[in-house]
C-alpha cells in the first residue's frame, strides 16, 4: 500500500479570527497560505470546535464556537471545497475537545489508517491549545507529524505560550517546517 500525507487544519473557524469571541491575534492571516497548502495534499481534514451552550469549557473561556451558529462556521475565505472530513470536537458538556483526536463523529485514527495516511501535517488555530494538542496525540498514535509553523498562530494568554507549545511539540518528536517546503 502507498503510503499517503494528509493535512489536518484544526478549528479554522470565525469565533477565533478578529471580530470573533475567542479571537486569535492575526488567526485570519493563515487562510491563504492554508488555501494554498490544500492544493497540495490528497488528503485533507479539518476540525471544528462544537460545543454545546453550557459546555464545562466555558468556565474556562469565553462562550466561542457553539454548534449551528456563525461564530462556529468556517472561515469564509477559507477553500472549503477538497475537505474530506470535518471532525466535530468538545461536543459534548464535559468535553473541552481540544485535540482533533478526540472529535466524537468519527475514529480519527482509524479514517486516516484506511487511507494509508502516515504522515500528518498539522496548520491552524490555535498553537497553544488545539494546534498542540492534536499533534501531541498524531505522535502518541505513531504518525511522522510535521508543524506547519507559518501557518499556524496561538492564543498567548501569557507572552511565550505558543514559542513553548512550539517547543514541547518540537521535544515529543514533531517536525517544525514551513509552507515553502512542501509541495
Ligand atoms: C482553542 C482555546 C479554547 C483552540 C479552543 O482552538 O486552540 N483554544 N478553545
Not at 485570519?28 to 488555501?35: C, M
Not at 490528497?42 to 464556537?65: E, G, L, R
Not at 468556517?74 to 482533533?100: C, M, P, R
Not at 491549545?129 to 492564543?155: M, P, Q, T, W
Amino acid at each position: 500500500m502507498k503510503k499517503t500525507k494528509a493535512l489536518l487544519i484544526v478549528d479554522m473557524q470565525n469565533d477565533f479570527c478578529p471580530g470573533g469571541a475567542l479571537a486569535v491575534p492575526e488567526g485570519d492571516k493563515i487562510v491563504p497560505i492554508i488555501n494554498k497548502l490544500i492544493t497540495e495534499f490528497p488528503v485533507i481534514s479539518a476540525s471544528k470546535d462544537w460545543h454545546p451552550p453550557d459546555s464545562v469549557h466555558f468556565q474556562k473561556w469565553p462562550v466561542h464556537c457553539v454548534a449551528d451558529t456563525t461564530g462556529a462556521d468556517f472561515h469564509s475565505e477559507l477553500d472549503t471545497n477538497s475537505i474530506d472530513l470535518v471532525l466535530l470536537k468538545g461536543t459534548f458538556n464535559k468535553d473541552n475537545g481540544y485535540s482533533a483526536f478526540e472529535a466524537t463523529n468519527i475514529d480519527f485514527v482509524h479514517w486516516l489508517h484506511t487511507r494509508n495516511v502516515t504522515d500528518l501535517f498539522v496548520c491552524g488555530l490555535a498553537t497553544d491549545y488545539c494546534v498542540k494538542a492534536s499533534c501531541l496525540d498524531a505522535v502518541r498514535e505513531g504518525f511522522h507529524v510535521f508543524l506547519i509553523e507559518n501557518a499556524i498562530r496561538g492564543v498567548d494568554l501569557q507572552s511565550g505560550d505558543s514559542e513553548k507549545a512550539i517547543s514541547d511539540m518540537y521535544n515529543a518528536g514533531v517536525k517544525i517546517i514551513d509552507s515553502e517546503g512542501i509541495g
